[in-house]
């Protein structure tokens, strides 16, 4: 996949901007606070209708200004398409989604048109943080990749909130339990593709990324596995397993307001060598494996869609010994990259196709 143009109105720092990125690597140089990882943002937001860093949509609208736009041209084989995303500060007009000029009534269908991977110093999180975050990475994943998968997210995540809101009903105005059953059971229903989904998504990461680790890491001692844990993560009979958990936790849920149990508190378990990631390894352990993660991402991207997706590498090589980068950036030759930093000194050995010099609203060739 190649991106042929991006524009951008009233994004962030930048008022106006055109950009027509060559095939290959294109690198983005500029102090802090240039405006290059916004940059990137607006890639990703064409890609999934969403921000990498925030989950406020207004934050990416320029300061002073009502509506945001991004658009882009991306080409696959001999197919172009088009995407964009308009946002509005008025939090109760939401955000339009185009997709070949058009605008479409749901995200959804902005998904898969064009795709990246973003690898940015944040990921450290996605093995240190908490488990929503591990979430999010499989669910942004499997939202590019897996046609519907998106749609049944959104559609449990819809049922779930219903019967939390029920929860609290019941509890604060005596509302009847048994209207549960009726939420039970939808929230049963809903799983099983998201369970199916991530479980195989799990077992590709593990697979894949295992192998990248073992190539980046040049420690061929040190294994990284992935596995997928949540209450229905073994089960053959996802919705039936579902459904007695829910009435089992009846009581329990109904004192904490909350449902206990299903995919929404699933999580991913990283191991090195047998040991756990996040408690065990190192700085450097920990880079290599969301590297290896991300590598993993490519792969399972580009399988799904017979075309490797953008590659938008944020900051992430300087913090990479040597032998690492070299490892890394041999694999990507054939990806259209965009990477950022703040000295050339960094990609000085990458012969990049294009090198742009980034300031506070602009960009110079
Ligand atoms: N909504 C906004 N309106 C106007 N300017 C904004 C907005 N949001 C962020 N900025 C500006 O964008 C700049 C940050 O841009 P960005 O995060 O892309 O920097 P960067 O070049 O990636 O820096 P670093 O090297 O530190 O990562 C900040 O200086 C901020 O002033
Ligand atoms: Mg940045």
Known sequence: MQLKQLRLHRFRSYAQLALMPPAGLTVFVGENGAGKTNLLEAVHLCCLGRSHRTSNDQDMIQVGADTA???????????????????????????????????VPRIGELMGHMTCVMFSPEDLEIIKGGPQLRRRFVDMMLSQCLPGYFYALQHYNAVLKQRNALLKMIAREGADARQLNVWDEQLAAASPPLVRARRQAAARLGELAGQHYAYIGGRPEETLAVRYQGSLAESETIDADH????????????????????????????????????????????????????????????????????????????????????????????????????????????SPACVLRVKPGEILQ
């Open 243 to 350: 459904l007695q958990a829910l009435a089992r936790s009846r009581e329990d849920d109904l004192r904490r307001l909350t449902t206990a149990h299903g995919p929404h508190r699933d999580d991913l378990l990283f191991t090195l060598s047998g040991q756990e990631l996040r408690s065990f390894a190192s700085q450097g352990q920990i880079r290599t494996a969301v590297l290896s993660l991300r590598l993993a991402e490519i792969d399972i991207l580009t399988q799904a869609q017979g075309d490797a997706p953008l590659l938008l590498l944020d900051d992430v090589l300087s913090e990479l010994d040597l032998g690492r980068r070299a490892r890394l950036l041999s694999g990507l030759q054939h990806v259209q990259t965009l990477l950022t930093c703040t000295d050339l000194g960094e990609v000085e050995d990458l």
């Open 69 to 103: 736009a991004v658009h882009a041209t991306v080409q696959r084989g001999p197919l172009t398409d088009e995407v964009g995303v308009r946002l509005f500060q008025q939090q109760r007009q939401k955000k339009l989604i185009y997709v070949g000029g058009k605008t």
